[in-house]
């Protein structure tokens, strides 16, 4: 059984290795039979946030390569407290507006922001609460 978020695990000849995981400070696998069946305790998978433009110049699409919980929407700084990852994004200044679901999450941005800022944020904001 491989938890989720590792794609493959494999034995090499000098012994288990993973492929495809992302895994920030791993303390402990356990295998069984070549097959990762926990990793902790302190383990956490990161999630990936990839850009792409969309036909708003205002507007970036971020791929995610996890699927979000539930639906996200967040208009303001104020309606995103308590909710880290938008927190984090509202904090980079010159954000409009949050959307996500599934496994993407769109940004608005204030008209004449730049984006590497905003950018920079997504992308930490999912590495560090998705």
């Given at each position: 059984m491989v938890p989720n978020g590792l794609k493959s695990a494999a034995t090499s000849s000098t012994g288990p290795t993973i492929r495809s995981c992302?895994?920030?400070a791993v303390t402990e696998i356990q295998w069984i039979d070549d097959s990762v069946v926990s990793v902790g305790p302190y383990?956490?998978?990161?999630?990936?946030?990839?850009p792409s433009p969309?036909?708003?110049p205002n507007a970036m699409k971020f791929t995610l390569d996890v699927t979000l919980p539930e639906t996200l929407s967040v208009a303001s700084p104020?309606?995103?407290a308590?909710?880290?990852?938008?927190?984090?994004?509202?904090?980079?200044?010159?954000?409009?507006?949050?959307?996500?679901?599934?496994d993407f999450?769109?940004?608005?941005?204030?008209?004449?922001?730049?984006w590497e800022p905003i950018v920079a944020a997504v992308v930490a904001a999912a590495e560090a609460n998705l």
């Open positions: 992302r895994i920030r383990a956490r998978f990161v999630a990936n946030a990839s969309t036909p708003n104020e309606a995103a308590g909710v880290p990852f938008a927190e984090a994004v509202f904090a980079a200044g010159g954000v409009a507006s949050i959307f996500g679901v599934n999450v769109t940004i608005t941005r204030q008209a004449g922001s730049e």
